[in-house]
């Protein structure tokens, strides 16, 4: 007869210790790379300032901790929050292929800020205003239609009504392109669509971490929980589960904050798709150890291309650009290695 | 006592075109119930409605002679228990993270599952016959070895009562006498255990009850050696059947494969 208690108190030891030793690597990863991502920029040539020189020198102290700073937090909390809906929409819809634009939220944004940028003078309040507000009801206009549509199971409609919202969005984007002043406005748009932190300030910061900080913080501590969602409705009822209710909750909690990050931040794309599958592959697809780690690969992710967004080149890179490039490129890899644990 | 009771019970996923008509049993704790049927009889939607996910249109259950309705969600999925015939599983799990979700009942929206929950699946694993598997994905067993994780799965709960659709299914022998072995087992320490099959062999080696479905209605209840006979069967699954006996239990046979 085998000792069973002592058998799972050594696998958890083994479980935990293995995960722990990578979040510690990654913490330690992630301040490190905070550390010099702020001591790094154009003042005015690119170069890598000592702590000294920036405390001792006020206008670069004043760039670091009022421009270099909230960008960095904003970059973290777009990494962050991008992953964590990435990780939570892919096991909701049992689907590793899903990302968090999945339901109109990132189509709505978009033709929030065209049409900010058209008809109200493009003051990035009102751009963010504009961008969020569409999102959410992208959102809901997703959930809305699927509660409407007379075909297939929940998530089919869902997936079926996403795509006709964000369809009718990307059409609605469309036509303010073709509206739009092609020597101001349309580089303006196009600019915007591409994604980017070029504009973040402290406001910023203080708009988004009410919005998503709570949310990350109940969805990291129901992680474990996340995984009964995976399984087929009636055995997730069986396990003391309401489905139904239970997705549309952790779906809010997943969507909501992405709707304010993509305000702020334009469409950024990738970062959703590709952490989950990393974090899946280094710890397995138990959300308890996926979840927490998707939220510092994604952090660290968005933080090294928003880095290299704001120092390559003397102009801004469009963080989306980079995210897309970067991200496709480790997409392939992972695709085309011989094992794939984590995901089907 | 009495498991599991119903009374009157009827159900329709479209209005007027009921699935289950006017169905009343009842089972004694401990026992083992075939629900018996061709196809389409309306099998699993007799054990949904059991397992409260489905609500009748008209009659009553009762779970240990209280109303169903009267359990909350959180109360019934520690009686109750479920393995489907074949669980989509998006996602690498090994086989006792998997196993492991079925200690849900017992842990809160925060919680993660505790030494104990890792030993109770471990054991659930071993009553199942797969402990050797537990760090093997779900999508890397074979047909058979997936169908006894997911039981595993379904034990981790400790259920009183135990629902299985087309268990056998894709077992082959082997791991059909190890199912069997364990729902007698179940039985002594007094699970009831309900299990749909259309094959009324699986029925006869192991069940104490036999419910005979045919659209929606039940046709006959009772112990094995009165619910198989010819007659009733040939009606039911509309081929010639035999029936022969040995070691006490009845089997059925195709009397003949006749000409299309």
Redesign the interface.
């Known amino acids: 007869m085998?000792d069973?208690?002592l058998?799972?108190?050594r696998?958890?030891v083994k479980r935990n210790r293995a995960f722990l030793g990578k979040i510690v690597l990654f913490s330690a990863l992630l301040l490190i790379s905070v550390f010099l991502s702020l001591l790094l920029g154009r003042y005015p040539a690119l170069s890598l300032q000592s702590p000294q020189a920036i405390v001792s020198d006020p206008m670069a102290f004043n760039l670091a901790i009022n421009y270099r700073l909230p960008r960095i937090l904003l970059s973290l909390l777009l990494g962050a929050t991008l992953s964590a809906s990435g990780v939570v929409l892919q096991?909701i819809f049992?689907?590793?292929l899903v990302e968090p634009g999945f339901l109109g939220v990132s189509q709505g944004a978009a033709f929030g800020a065209s049409l900010a940028i058209i008809f109200l003078g493009s003051s990035l309040l009102t751009m963010e205003m504009l961008a969020a507000f569409f999102s959410i009801l992208g959102l809901f206009l997703s959930i809305f239609l699927a509660r409407k549509l007379r075909y297939g199971g929940w998530i089919l409609r869902l997936v079926l009504a996403g795509i006709a919202v964000s369809a009718l969005f990307s059409a609605g984007v469309g036509v303010l392109k073709y509206l739009a002043d092609p020597l101001k406005q349309l580089p303006e748009i196009t600019f915007w669509l591409l994604g980017g932190l070029w504009g973040s300030d402290w406001h910023q910061v203080f708009y988004v971490v009410p919005f998503v900080l709570p949310a990350l913080i109940v969805l990291y501590?129901?992680?474990?929980?996340l995984?009964?969602l995976?399984?087929?409705d009636?055995?997730a009822?069986?396990?003391?589960?309401?489905p139904g209710r239970e997705k549309m909750l952790v779906l809010s909690l997943a969507v909501i904050p992405v709707a304010v990050m993509v305000s702020v931040a334009g469409i950024v794309g990738w970062v959703g798709l590709i952490i989950p599958h990393i974090s899946?592959k280094l710890v397995?697809?138990?959300s308890?150890f996926s979840f927490p780690l998707s939220l510092f690969l994604g952090a660290f992710f968005c933080l090294f291309c928003d880095t290299i967004a704001r120092t390559m080149l003397w102009g801004e890179i469009p963080l989306g650009i980079l995210t897309s490039l970067i991200g496709a490129f480790i997409f392939l890899l992972i695709l085309t290695r011989p094992s794939s644990?984590?995901?089907? | 006592m009495r498991a599991l009771s119903l009374s009157g019970v009827s159900f329709s996923y479209i209005p007027r075109e009921p699935v289950i008509r006017d169905v009343s049993f009842s089972l004694e704790s401990g026992r083992i119930l075939a629900l018996l049927g061709p196809n389409g009889s309306g099998k699993t939607t007799l054990l949904?409605l059991i397992?409260?996910?489905l609500s009748p249109k008209r009659g009553e259950i009762e779970i240990f002679e209280r109303e169903i309705r009267s359990y909350s969600?959180?109360e019934?999925?520690?009686i109750?228990?479920?393995a489907?015939q074949e669980?989509?599983?998006?996602?690498?799990?090994?086989a006792?993270?998997y196993v492991l979700?079925?200690r849900?009942?017992y842990?809160g929206?925060?919680?993660?599952?505790s030494?104990d929950d890792?030993?109770k699946?471990?054991?659930a694993l071993?009553m199942a016959g797969v402990?050797h598997l537990q760090d093997r994905?779900l999508?890397s067993l074979s047909g058979g070895e997936r169908q006894l994780v997911i039981i595993a799965r379904?034990l981790a709960?400790i259920p009183k009562i135990l629902?299985l659709d087309e268990p056998l299914a894709h077992l082959d022998l082997k791991n059909q006498s190890l199912l069997l072995q364990v729902l007698k087992s179940l039985r002594e320490q007094g699970v009831t255990v309900v299990f749909s099959t259309h094959d009324p062999n699986a029925a006869s080696v192991i069940a104490d009850q036999i419910l005979l479905l045919q659209k929606g209605c039940l046709l006959q209840y009772g112990p094995p050696d009165e619910v198989l006979a010819p007659e009733k069967l040939q009606d039911v699954y509309e081929v010639p059947l035999r029936i022969v006996e040995g070691n006490g239990k009845r089997y059925v046979l195709l009397e003949n494969i006749g000409e299309r």
């Open positions: 085998k069973l208690a058998a799972s108190s696998e958890i096991m049992r689907n590793p501590l129901i992680r474990w929980r995984n009964i995976t399984l087929e009636s055995t009822f069986s396990l003391g589960v309401r899946r397995g697809a138990n308890q644990r984590g995901f089907v | 949904h397992l409260g996910q969600r959180s019934l999925s520690k109750i228990g479920l489907r669980e989509r599983v998006a996602f690498e799990f090994t006792l993270e979700l079925g849900a009942p842990l929206p925060l919680e993660a599952p030494d890792y030993e699946a471990l054991q071993e402990f994905f999508t379904a709960q629902l």
